[in-house]
């Protein structure tokens, strides 16, 4: 099932099928390694509702919900 | 024999400091790259005959344009060659890392790659295997383990070897079948083209598909830049047609394809899914619930720790300098010395250098503070707890660390700010960071607070920072709504592993931004406190800064400005005046206006102040102008006079409302 990584739940796994937009945030993304394959988990919202930390290529990352709206995931767990 | 020159790169978090210190120890230099504002480390290493300059490239996680720590990298290894550059990657994290790598080496420098803290890559049961790496890159690989020092030597001699090697001959990584042909072609115009010799024309073509404007303006200058650019814009086109995707993505996705091959031969992870440990110390520190309290409490371990321990250090500075200072004038009465000479010293000297110097534990125990929230990787961590909070004022997660870094001094926290990759975002946190209560204001509080609000010392004091950030947070409102409307800013950013911090990093951190403090006490404070001394002695005959003198005129004539605010005597108003130059002077001023010690300063505020009075003077000591060193580093930072000027009319005009709000209000609830 295909959603946007800013939907999915703490503790969800999903691969990315896309990641759209442009610019800087689009590039520094990619440049992160949220490139097309790449396995996103999301291990946690923080305290307030925003931003969000998902674990990429065995590191954590933190991003808000607005930027992870533009990258696209199958769900797998 | 010929000076070596070595680069140090890599993502920040992966011991590259570390790294940085084991190779130079302290044979380092602290300065900034020519025209930017970021710290630039230098220092020298000898091994087996070889003069070897060791540079330390800024933290970054690509060499696009997107931060000037990115720009600065880059263009230190395209415009001065260095012979080789180290890439020192975290050994647990090698696939985010090797991104670097690859850019590294179509920069056409002689990488060697460092894979550190292969201890922690061990107990996650990741096991590497550095020949296959080496083999698939074309470039060394040695494993190390900075902090224990274990594999320096082998990393010295294998970059001394690769340094002696021709640039720009290495065998790069192949973009595939649709995209390498294209990559030719372009490279082939490039190389045509006069590039100054830094530049790998390879290179040159990838940014200007990935449309880097730096690279773009640099190619536009040279002649028959202008077709290059025309047939990388055609290209970008077929190609979009083609993958369907920006050229952006598809060259993303071709390196990190590369990188998954890479791994997937060389790098064999036997546990995967496991919880680090990092991820389980996680579930407590950013937990929904827990996260906020024990950011609270971490803030409140931090000012505990501020002020508690540094008590007895103070009180032996205090007691030393009185002790100098009685030596002092006793031996100008044993040789009949004149009077002045005793006062000079006592007063001036003695008096003035001493009470700032007395703040230093404060000072350097809060840099350990900042230093190990730094080293541990807590701040990341607070940031992104604060990041919901101060993106609603406007900010960046990221903001929140200059802003804490101003409870320091405004100084470095200001140049702290450069991690923030947008202007505007800089631009606000830089404006509202004075308000910031830094450590200099503290003398201030701490005096005032010893006198008229024994009970309630750290009460007293912990509500004139909560007004300090109050009110920054209600400028940053402002200030976003009329300065900068629609700024937002993103908040990609590493939660690096937790470490524990070393003793030796804690340390350099503190004492780099400590020294800061001592220097600017050590030289500036010392010449105002002699030109105040002087001012208070001026014209000549009248009696120690009394109100005749040159200092009591200046203070009687602003003082009526500040009576509406409760503190309109002279001898106040001049302390303010002084303020400016530095607001730990107010303290060395009162000191000399009052023409008393330390104890007796206590008993003649009591005769001058109420409390509630004294409580509006610290208000508006927090509030007022930030001192001449900020100012400075303002225009420094922002390149123009506009908002130095702006700082300074904004906040003196805050501290004048505020603390008339404080008093009138004070007084209209029956306080005193």
Known sequence: MEKRLSELLEGEKGRITASKGS??????????????????????????????????????????????????????? | MKKITIAVAGNPNVGKSTLFNAFTGARQHVGNWPGKTIEKKEGELRHEGHNIKIVDLPGTYSLT???????????????????????????????????????LIELGANVVLALNMTDLAEKQKIEIDEKKISHFLNIPVVKIQARKKQG???????????????????????????????????????????????????????????????????????????????????TRVHLVHIFGEDVDTVLANARYGFIAGLMKESVNKKAEGQLTISDKIDRFVTNRYLGIPFFLFVMWLMFTITFEVAAPFMDLIDWSFGWMS???????????????????????????????????????????????????????????????????????????????????CNVPAIMATRTLENKKDRLLTILINPLMSCSARLPVYVLFVGAFFAEYQGLVIFSLYLLGITLAILMGLIFKKSLFPGLSSPFVMELPPYRMPTLTGILVHMWERGSLFIKKAGTMIFVIVLFIWFLANLPMGVEYASQESLIGQMGSLIAPIFEPCGFGSWQ????????????????????????????????????????????????????????????SVIKKETNSWKWPIFTVVYTTLLAWVVSFIVYQGGLLLGFT
């Open chain 2, 65 to 103: 344009a997107y931060s000037i720590e990115e720009i600065v990298a880059r263009n230190y290894i395209v415009d001065e060659h260095p012979d080789a550059v180290i890439h020192i990657v975290d050994s647990t994290n090698l696939e985010r890392n090797l991104y670097l790598t690859l850019q």
């Open chain 1, 23 to 77: 610019g800087p945030v689009h590039k520094r993304l990619l440049e992160m390694g949220l490139v097309r394959g790449a396995i996103v988990e999301i291990e946690k919202v923080a305290p307030l509702g925003d931003p969000i930390e998902i674990k990429v290529k065995n590191y954590n990352l933190s991003l808000r919900k607005s930027e992870a709206e533009n990258i696209l995931v199958d769900v797998i767990e």
């Open chain 2, 152 to 234: 320096i030597d082998k990393l010295i001699k294998v970059t001394i070897e690769e340094a002696g090697k021709k640039r720009h001959k290495k065998p790069q990584m192949r973009y595939g079948k649709e995209l390498r042909p294209h990559i030719i072609e372009l490279g082939d115009i490039a190389k045509k083209l006069n590039l100054s010799e830094g530049y790998n024309p390879r290179w040159i073509v990838l940014k200007l598909l990935e449309c880097d404007d730096q690279v773009r303006s640099l190619v536009e200058k040279i002649d028959g830049g202008k077709e290059l650019i025309e047939e990388v814009r055609k």
């Open chain 2, 326 to 408: 009685g030596i002092a004038v006793g031996w100008v009465a044993s040789v009949n010395g004149p009077e002045w000479l005793a006062s000079l010293i006592a007063d001036g000297i003695m008096g003035g250098v001493g009470s700032v110097l007395i703040f230093v534990p404060n000072i350097f125990l809060l840099f350990m503070v900042i230093a190990i929230l730094e080293d541990s990787g807590y701040m990341a961590r607070a940031a992104f707890i604060m990041d919901r909070l101060m993106h609603k004022i406007g900010l960046h997660g990221k903001s929140f660390i200059p802003m804490i870094l101003g409870f320091g």
């Open chain 2, 572 to 631: 106040a108003s001049s302390s303010l005046l002084f303020g400016f130059a530095a607001k730990e002077v107010v303290v060395g001023t009162l000191g000399t206006v009052y023409g008393v010690g330390e104890e007796a300063l206590v008993d003649s505020l009591r005769n001058t102040f109420t409390p509630l009075s004294a409580y509006a003077f610290m208000v508006f000591t927090l509030l007022y102008v930030p001192c001449m060193a900020v100012i």
